[in-house]
């Protein structure tokens, strides 16, 4: 299907035909036709779908319909600061041409530059749920004036233990029937279904291809090693590959740090990416890592602190790409996940995974 097949406002098609976007993906075919309707959805798609414009598109054709009253929000809640920062650029993308306020909130930086926007009557709200019921309980706005509600990553925010938090906030938004809920996720678990149940007005439920984990341009490769053997293997395969460009993830923050200083002395440019960075050091990071090209032959290597059982909020691999590979030296449970967004856009990658049958 064309976006053109969905009569929707010209300012808004300025800007879908300024993101290069033609045709529907099956997810936003699929979405978009109950979600302009004010269905409520619970959707099941793999990583890099187009999910997020699914998502933004209705909501600005909703406010451009007038559907979403003067003084009410639309709220999006992500799991992490910066895919966060991601869904806002692709919505300032997607609303170039329209007018209509957005922001993002999460921890990290300061709350004045949040409140002010809070307080010039932002119509898009874009946060993590930390954040945002901080803001909710200073009283900077009312969660009832939430009327358009998206759940991004649903099953990753319910793996970070952000589950009540979620909770909270619906119960301060208004009832299920007054307010439409848009629902994404890797997978709709039986926690989802449940907040699915609880929450949401008879959604339509829509699946993409549950089976498939990641894309077929991405080829994957495992090599069972020792603990001690791994940064060697490392080593050997970057030396072999010579990538434009890596990703890295380690499952420890120390491991991130110790890791980048290795490869540092051996004549790699690296910089890492942990939780506990100020939230501006993480941003200049992973710009200049979008930014910067190949030099002297040398890969660039960015390292990202993935958590264990701990619910840390890990930042979101996506805001790394185009990455040609991905390394990771110990799989955590997400491991498909930046296979992925590799993948979108139909780019190509070689993940390897370096596993030993010990913990370290």
């Known amino acids: 299907m064309d976006f053109t097949q969905l009569q929707l406002h010209p300012d808004l098609m300025?800007?879908?035909?300024?993101?290069?976007f033609t045709r529907c993906t099956?997810?936003?075919?699929?979405?978009?036709?109950?979600?302009?309707?004010?269905?409520?959805?619970?959707?099941?798609?793999?990583?890099?779908?187009?999910?997020?414009?699914?998502?933004?598109?209705?909501?600005?054709?909703l406010i451009l319909d007038g559907k979403l009253p003067d003084g009410k929000k639309a709220m999006v809640i992500a799991p992490t600061r910066e895919l966060a920062?991601?869904?806002?650029?692709?919505?300032?993308?997607?609303?170039?041409?329209?007018?209509i306020s957005m922001a993002t909130f999460y921890g990290g930086v300061s709350y004045r530059p949040q409140e002010e926007s809070l307080s010039n009557n932002v119509?898009?709200?874009?946060?993590?749920?930390?954040?945002?019921?901080?803001?909710?309980?200073?009283?900077?706005?009312?969660?009832?004036?939430?009327?358009?509600?998206?759940i991004d990553e649903a099953d990753r925010l319910f793996d970070m233990g952000f589950l009540p938090d979620i909770r909270?906030?619906?119960?301060?938004?208004?009832?299920?029937?007054?307010?439409?809920?848009?629902?994404?996720?890797?997978?709709?678990s039986m926690r989802v279904k449940a907040l699915a149940w609880d929450h949401m007005n008879n959604p339509v439920e829509i699946r993409i291809e549950p089976e498939k984990v990641t894309v077929d341009c991405v080829t994957q490769v495992?090599?069972?090693?020792?603990?001690?053997?791994?940064?060697?293997?490392?080593?050997?395969?970057?030396?072999?590959?010579?990538?434009?460009?890596?990703?890295?993830f380690t499952n420890t923050k120390h491991a991130a740090i110790t890791v980048a200083k290795r490869l540092t002395l051996n004549g790699y440019q690296c910089s890492y990416l942990i939780g506990d960075m100020p939230q501006s050091k993480r941003l200049r990071t992973a710009d200049s890592g979008r930014r910067?090209?190949?030099?002297?032959?040398?890969?660039?290597?960015?390292?990202?602190?993935?958590?264990?059982?701990?619910?840390?909020?890990?930042?979101?691999?996506?805001?790394?790409?185009?990455?040609?590979?991905?390394?990771?030296?110990?799989?955590?449970?997400?491991?498909y996940r930046p296979c992925g967004e590799t993948g979108q856009s139909s780019l190509t990658g070689q993940p390897r995974l370096c596993t030993c049958p010990f913990r370290h």
């Open 85 to 99: 920062v991601q869904i806002e650029k692709d919505a300032q993308l997607l609303g170039r041409h329209l007018n």
């Open 222 to 248: 495992l090599y069972h090693v020792g603990k001690y053997e791994k940064l060697n293997l490392l080593l050997g395969i970057l030396a072999k590959d010579k990538p434009e460009s890596a990703v890295i």
């Open 14 to 20: 300025a800007g879908i035909e300024d993101a290069g």
């Open 123 to 150: 119509r898009l709200m874009i946060g993590t749920p930390g954040r945002l019921l901080d803001l909710g309980q200073k009283r900077k706005f009312n969660f009832r004036d939430v009327e358009i509600l998206v």
């Open 26 to 61: 099956p997810v936003q075919e699929k979405c978009l036709i109950h979600t302009l309707k004010g269905r409520d959805v619970t959707v099941q798609s793999q990583t890099g779908t187009g999910k997020t414009a699914a998502f933004l598109i209705t909501i600005f054709q």
């Open 292 to 335: 910067q090209k190949r030099k002297n032959s040398l890969s660039r290597c960015h390292r990202c602190g993935i958590p264990g059982p701990s619910h840390r909020k890990p930042p979101h691999g996506h805001q790394l790409r185009p990455s040609g590979r991905r390394r990771k030296l110990r799989p955590p449970n997400r491991a």
């Open 168 to 188: 909270r906030m619906l119960r301060q938004m208004p009832p299920y029937h007054k307010r439409m809920t848009m629902l994404y996720s890797a997978t709709l």
